[in-house]
């Protein structure tokens, strides 16, 4: 336990050592005031002693250990008892103490937790400062609260989701108690956004992002929800000249997650909406591949993210998820699904006119090779249509080394800005975060 100075006394401090030279003109004021004060100070210092000796302990307390999605921010109420009163808390980067509440001699602390990556984190105690009187003095002290959290990446969210869409085993429901989408309608979002709006059918309204046009605002809406909405309209399912172009490099787990969240998410609304034989080009193999009916293509992008472990999860941890399939039995599975519904597509690879269509899109972390879709998004504009490219939100943000983050930061604005220039639309995956009360 340590112990600082507080904010009163600094003040205090200075107001007695003004009038310590006034004493000796008799007056009775400022005899009273220099006598109140120095009370003050000897009152804080004998309150000070008595609050380090006190036992400050949380109440209700059993170790736990959560599991939540890297999207979800989890809340909760941590009741003290025994501390006087807390003026300061000290908490790991990942927890954030929204407010502090006193009542009845006990203390309510409304934390949040919100985890920047997937991994496992623990928070053994809590450091707390609580104030004498006046704030003259603060003690510190540490108060056992045994949390432990399982973060799970995004992406196993829509690994669950996709495999229950192909009914490969037991997962069906199993996303549910992940968390989810925070009710965001992503089917609508790239169905409007990435394949445009092909149809007349209303399909939803959903919150406005920035990429979205103006002109889809629906203001009854936005008035009624105090934010933002855009309308979408839903297309009906047909020979749009789908391709999907795949580079699966990423640099750490937070740009694998958006990369492993991004191929998923659109192969699994690509089959969901019954879109017919896409087109997927791999890179950096160059290799085209293309498939009879798009629920061939979410099986083979489940298999790569798998084989890839683009999910950043080791084998024992995807099978918590899988159980009782194991993953050789599941990468079997998904095998069998598409491997009679792809072909090869043969032709030269550095030819890019080959693979432009009006419903593309490219899912990439941009990093790791900025001229390939600068000269795809070229190729596009020349034939009049707009490469859409999803990309991992600050993709830069896995380097280890400032230098590094900050060289792999310019690049890819200088990129992202020449893509914009050549017409293609970049869309950053972001995390929603949803909120979970403990």
């Not at 899988?322 to 069998?336: G, N």
């Amino acid at each position: 336990m340590s112990m600082k100075p507080g904010r009163g006394l600094l003040p205090i401090a200075i107001s007695v050592l003004l009038l310590l030279p006034l004493l000796s003109r008799g007056d009775l004021f400022v005899d009273l005031l220099f006598f109140l004060l120095v009370s003050i100070l000897i009152s804080s210092f004998l309150h000070a002693i008595y609050l380090k000796k006190a036992e400050c302990v949380i109440l209700e307390d059993t170790e736990k250990v959560r599991e939540v999605l890297v999207t979800e921010e989890l809340r909760e109420i941590l009741t003290l008892s025994g501390c006087g009163h807390v003026s300061e808390i000290l908490l790991p980067s990942w927890a954030k103490a929204q407010r502090v509440e006193e009542s009845d001699g006990k203390v309510n602390i409304h934390i949040v937790y919100s985890f920047p990556s997937s991994g496992k984190y623990t928070m053994g105690s809590l450091k707390v400062l609580v104030s004498s009187i006046i704030d003259v003095l603060r003690i510190g002290k540490e108060v056992s609260v045994k949390r432990s959290f399982k973060v799970r990446p995004e992406s196993s969210f829509w690994l669950l989701r996709a495999l229950s869409f192909l009914g490969i085993g037991a997962t069906r429901g199993k996303e549910a108690t992940m968390g989810g989408e925070g009710g965001f309608m992503w089917g609508a979002f790239f169905s409007s956004l990435i394949f445009g709006r092909k149809g007349e059918e209303f399909f939803g309204v959903r919150p406005m992002l920035p990429e979205d046009n103006p002109k889809m605002i629906d203001w009854k809406s936005s008035l009624r929800s105090l934010q933002l909405s855009v309308k979408e309209y839903k297309s009906s399912p047909q020979d749009l000249g789908t391709t999907i172009i795949a580079d699966y490099r990423c640099s750490g787990s937070r740009t694998c997650d958006s990369i492993a969240s991004s191929l998923i998410s659109l192969g699994l609304f690509l089959a969901e909406s019954g879109y017919p034989s896409p087109l997927l080009l791999e890179l950096p193999e160059r290799r085209t591949l293309k498939f009879s009916d798009s629920k061939k293509l979410l099986s083979y992008l489940l298999e790569k993210v798998i084989e890839r472990n683009l999910v950043y999860l080791d084998e024992a941890e995807l099978y918590e998820l899988t159980a009782p399939m194991t993953l050789e039995e599941i990468r079997k599975i998904l095998s069998d699904l598409y491997k009679e519904g792809m072909q090869k597509v043969y032709g030269n690879p550095y030819q890019w006119e080959i693979f432009v269509s009006p419903s593309q899109v490219m899912v990439t972390s941009i990093l790791h090779d900025p001229l390939t879709p600068i000269d795809i998004a070229s190729e596009s504009s020349s034939k009049g249509y707009a490469l859409n490219i999803i990309a991992p939100s600050k993709p830069w943000i896995d380097a280890r080394e400032l230098e590094v983050a900050y060289v792999a930061k310019r690049s890819y604005e200088l990129t992202v800005e020449k893509l914009r220039s050549l017409g293609a639309r970049v869309i950053e995956w972001r995390w929603k975060k949803s909120e979970i009360q403990n």
